[in-house]
């Protein structure tokens, strides 16, 4: 019997094994030169397809010399317009083509290409991919049930990563080291069984680089000249644990079912992010929501009704296309990495999709500045609502996200008020930072590590006071009220460069002002087209409306600002809620401040020449108190 194999059988191996169960035993197996010039070409790419082929022929040879059955390489070699021309059939052509001079039978387990051959009446042998007992892999003697990771290098004794999450150690398996042949046997064995097996894919294949998802584990093959060496790792997943096994169950839970919303799980490689992910998949699958999953590559541990996804022709964006025609009610993408991954995942939660992401962060700032600076920051809050940061498998925290106009928190109070993106601590409510934009950068401010460095100073402050300092609670409201303060002066100061007359402002809200000025002025607040009101609210941020003085109600009137001199070149301004001591020549300097010839604390001097304290302070109360005594008031730089 003539048998011509197509390339799709010989890198599955499966020539050689009817050949060893006697089917074949005899027979004269033709390879067309087509077939080894394509396999020269994917082992060149550094495919290990490639690799796997050619060792399949090596073994065709070895029967041939062992009298088993007789091997012919017949054929014309392809052009290098028929290789670039491979995906449109140019080889596949060549191959049949020897099948039909030697009449001969064609073997192949590729579905068009038996079509394609039985079309031309060739006698055509379609080999369907093998399902069933599958045999251990030689890779399977390297774990055991304590085993996370299994590392094998040639030239190196091979190691394993054992224990738990909270818990590792690295273990040298044998004295010897691995070489390549046992190596390369392995990956051919991968190989071959994630063709065959219904829960195994090669999920990346690139130059030096072949990554195999086979059941639980992630193999990925490495070889010159990725690699320095070659090098086959597997990682499996340490343990399956439900949601309810976790700290914080319940809260999670409340999140995800009481309505759709964007839930971000971060911590750094190996903290079990994943593991959680699919918790959650799982838990959301009990419960009624269809859950669809997009990884690249697929290795959650997921039960068969949540369909995985992966990059469709390599891109997550098409993926992110066909999902919302399925219209899933959640999403689990696994891993965020690229900034098209980011954009998918805002752009299906916007949608209306509910999202899980995982994204590698040290830390749970790290995360949200990544997030931050590749999507809008005013709708950040819209895409990811809960944060769950992991570390060794457990839960440590879990953050909500708001979204506020303000003056930052550790920011000076002269600063106008500025989008601010808040991240608090779901279970105490307090705030762990805030991120914002500071002159086109992107500040993330600690929220307790300013209250931790301001809690010494006050220290310091109590005992070079002259009388104990009472310390008062500012209600949220003042610090509102204090905000709004601040913004209006700059309206005022912004809208007095049009108007000579007085400019009383209002804040109606954190993001609108009523402005009242003189109404011969109006129109040149206004300018042209609305430019000059335009670039006011560009700046300061807010919307502001312009009013002319006449329709300003007798019921709004400002509160009195009362300006005295305390020294030479220095002034004090006190108002309702604030003592300003009003320094020009000290302007961004850091000063001590004497009340007298006796200390009483050390401040900066912001860029308009100002210390603006809150007049309830007990630092405030004595500076007024010697004041009053006729004591002098003076600043000495630091």
């Not at 009446?121 to 080999?127: A, R, S």
């Not at 700059?490 to 009383?504: C, I, N, S």
């Amino acid at each position: 019997m003539k048998i011509v194999p197509d390339t799709s059988v010989v890198i599955d191996g499966r020539i050689t094994q009817m050949i060893k169960t006697g089917e074949y035993r005899g027979s004269t197996i033709i390879v067309p030169e087509a077939v080894v010039a394509e396999l020269e070409a994917q082992a060149n790419q550094g495919r290990e397809i490639g690799f796997s082929g050619l060792t399949e022929l090596q073994n065709l040879s070895r029967m041939a010399g062992e009298g088993t059955i007789e091997l012919r390489y017949v054929g014309e070699r392809p052009s290098l317009n028929q290789v670039k021309l491979a995906s449109g059939g140019e080889i596949d052509a060549l191959i049949r083509n020897v099948a039909i001079e030697y009449d001969a039978r064609f073997v192949t387990s590729d579905v068009v290409q038996s079509e394609v051959a039985k079309a031309k009446g060739i006698d055509v042998q379609y080999m369907k991919p093998q399902v069933g007992e599958c045999t251990p892999l030689m890779l399977d003697q390297y774990f055991d049930e304590e085993t996370i990771a299994v590392h094998l290098k040639e030239r190196v004794p091979p190691v394993a990563k054992k224990g738990t999450m909270q818990k590792m150690r690295l273990v040298q398996l044998r004295e010897n080291p691995m070489t390549e042949y046992e190596l390369r046997t392995m990956a051919q064995e991968v190989l071959e069984r994630a063709k065959r097996d219904p829960d195994g894919f090669i999920e990346i294949e690139r130059r030096g680089i072949t990554v195999v998802q086979i059941g639980s584990i992630r193999i990925a093959i490495a070889r010159r000249p990725f690699a320095d060496g070659m090098e086959i790792t597997a990682v499996r997943p340490i343990r399956d644990v439900a949601l309810e096994r976790y700290a914080m169950a319940d809260l999670i839970k409340e999140r995800i079912t009481d309505v759709r919303q964007g839930v971000l799980i971060a911590g750094p490689p190996g903290a079990g992010k994943s593991t959680l992910a699919q918790s959650i998949a799982t838990f959301l699958a009990e419960n009624d929501f269809i859950v669809k999953t997009m990884e690249a590559p697929r290795d959650l541990q997921v039960p068969d009704n949540i369909t995985q996804y992966t990059a469709l022709e390599g891109s997550m964006e098409n993926t992110a296309e066909v999902l919302l025609l399925v219209r899933p009610d959640y999403v689990i993408f696994d891993e965020l990495r690229k900034n098209e991954d980011f954009r998918v995942f805002a752009d299906m939660r916007l949608a209306g999709v509910g999202m899980v992401g995982v994204i590698h962060a040290m830390e749970v700032k790290d995360a949200v500045q990544r997030f931050f600076e590749r999507i809008e920051s005013s709708i950040l809050p819209q895409i990811i609502k809960t944060i769950i940061y992991v570390d060794k498998g457990e839960i440590k925290k879990v953050y909500d996200v708001d979204f506020s106009i303000k003056v930052p928190e550790g920011m000076d109070p002269g600063l106008h008020i500025r989008p601010v993106t808040t991240v608090r601590d779901a279970v105490t409510g307090r705030t762990a930072f805030e991120i914002f934009k500071y002159e086109g950068e992107t500040i993330v401010m600690p929220i307790e590590a300013v209250a931790e460095e301001r809690a010494p100073v006050k220290e310091v402050e109590e005992k070079k006071a002259p009388e104990p300092v009472v310390e008062e609670t500012v209600p949220e409201v003042e610090e509102k009220e204090t905000a709004w303060e601040v913004t209006e002066k700059e309206v005022q100061r912004e809208l007095g460069r049009f108007t000579a007359g007085p400019v009383d402002v209002f804040m109606k809200s954190d993001t609108k002002a009523v402005a009242y000025i003189e109404d011969k002025d109006v129109p040149a607040a206004i300018g042209r087209g609305g430019k000059n009101i335009a670039g006011i609210v560009n700046k300061i941020g807010i919307g502001i409306d312009i009013r002319p003085r006449s329709e300003l109600p007798p019921t709004e009137v400002k509160e009195t600002v009362e300006e005295m001199p305390a020294s030479e070149g220095l002034r004090l301004r006190v108002e309702k809620k604030h003592l300003t001591l009003i320094a020009p020549e000290f302007r961004e300097a850091i000063v001590d401040v004497f009340a007298g010839k006796e200390y009483l604390f050390t401040a900066t001097v912001n860029e308009k020449g100002e210390i603006d304290l809150a007049k309830s302070s007990s630092i405030a109360q004595e500076l007024i108190r010697r004041y009053n005594d006729r004591e002098a008031i003076r600043l000495r730089p630091v």
